[in-house]
């Protein structure tokens, strides 16, 4: 799965009027079935996805935000997916996300079930339920990518319990540095304090975090800003591995830096998930 730093959530119920409101660069536009969408809109929505036209806004595919497959709106979603051959508006439908993921045996489902498509789309699964929390890397071992739905996860609790939700969200970002994925953050609910929104970002980095969620356009700049990993980032992992493969001692102290081992499976590990390919060099 692609490493997009922002993925920027539009209700499929209202995307006609949205369009205006799409970006291209570094965002990836999600077709939201799910939550935007309240359950007597569901129909309208899924009917609205056959007429949508996304030619003309530059993109070269888009993602899916389905409903769990234990819902009948879930297994329409499916459908409807199906009768369009795996395209919304004229491009490619690239990734699906699924919730409510407790195993990865579900993800099995879904790939499964998607299977028939003449370009299945990869899977992103949500880390949103206690289960998934505790089954994180079967379920990241089945998966291209994980996204964290705090707000659910939470829902499951008495109370938001700030070290259990740490847990959960230190446990999705270690089992997808584990499988080589993508892990998308959750997105913010704070619409108009972007100082407040940058400081969850850069939280989200530091956990291990390669990008996060949107519903507001306002959030776009400080999650591109905050998770795009730029040219000369990548060079500099380039250069760490050609100086370390170049230096026949193994180990060298330069002053600026130390070329040692763990560094360079470092530069390769990132070169590997950011060049576009799911599963890094170990």
């Not at 259990?164 to 540095?177: G, M």
């Not at 998308?184 to 100082?195: A, P, R, V």
Request: hydrophobic letters at 45%; proline letters at 7%.
């Amino acid at each position: 799965m692609k490493v997009d730093p922002c993925l920027f959530y539009v209700p499929a119920s209202r995307v006609d009027t949205l369009l205006k409101n799409v970006p291209r660069d570094a965002i990836a536009l999600v077709l939201d079935l799910e939550d935007s969408v309240p359950r007597h809109a569901k129909p309208t929505a899924r009917e609205r996805l056959a007429d949508t036209d996304l030619t003309g806004t530059g993109l070269t595919g888009v993602s899916l935000r389905i409903n769990s497959v234990e819902t009948p709106d879930g297994l329409l979603d499916l459908q409807t997916l199906h009768a369009l051959g795996g395209e919304i508006g004229g491009l490619p439908v690239r990734t699906v996300l699924v919730p409510k993921i407790a195993a990865g045996r579900d993800v099995a489902i879904y790939r499964s079930l998607l299977s028939r498509l003449p370009d299945p789309p990869e899977i992103c699964s949500f880390i949103e339920t206690v289960d998934a929390v505790e089954n994180a890397f079967d379920i990241a071992a089945a998966s291209d990518g994980l996204c964290f739905g705090q707000a659910d996860l939470a829902a499951e609790m008495w109370a938001p319990d700030a070290s259990y939700l740490a847990h959960a969200r230190a446990r999705l970002c270690v089992a997808a540095s584990r499988y080589g994925l993508p892990a998308i953050d959750t997105n913010s609910f704070e619409l108009w304090d972007m100082d407040a929104v940058r400081a969850q970002c850069e939280a989200a980095k530091q956990c291990g975090f390669t990008g996060k969620a949107a519903i507001h356009p306002r959030h776009l700049v400080p999650i591109v800003e905050t998770f795009t990993v730029g040219p000369e980032e990548l060079d500099a992992f380039r250069q760490t591995i050609k100086d370390y493969e170049s230096d026949e001692r193994g180990f060298a102290v330069a002053k600026d830096r130390v070329l040692a081992p763990p560094f360079v499976l470092k530069a390769r590990r990132m070169l590997a998930l950011h060049d576009g390919h799911t599963r890094p060099i170990r």
